[in-house]
């Protein structure tokens, strides 16, 4: 089940809110909540990293890198840099 969440609007942007929503085909919760999920993608910046971290393993594993040739790579490049 959903959790509920009270918004308080003034009159004008409730109507025109439900005017366009409708104009859609959709509903003013339906749209409310587009709009929130496209909020928290667009600013949730721990999901971009983790969405990053699992493209790059990706890539890795494409290329036929495994941990233990990362891990080896990553020491290497420690010791080069020091």
Avoid: C
């Amino acid at each position: 089940m959903s959790d509920q969440l009270i918004l308080r609007l003034d009159p004008d942007t409730k109507s025109k809110l439900n005017r366009l929503s409708r104009s859609e085909g959709k509903s003013t919760s339906q749209v409310l909540r587009g709009m929130i999920d496209q909020f928290i993608r667009e600013h949730d910046l721990a999901g971009y990293v983790d969405g990053l971290w699992d493209r790059i393993g990706k890539k890795i594993q494409a290329k036929g890198f495994g941990p233990d040739k990362v891990q080896k790579a990553i020491r290497e490049f420690r010791g080069a840099s020091k």
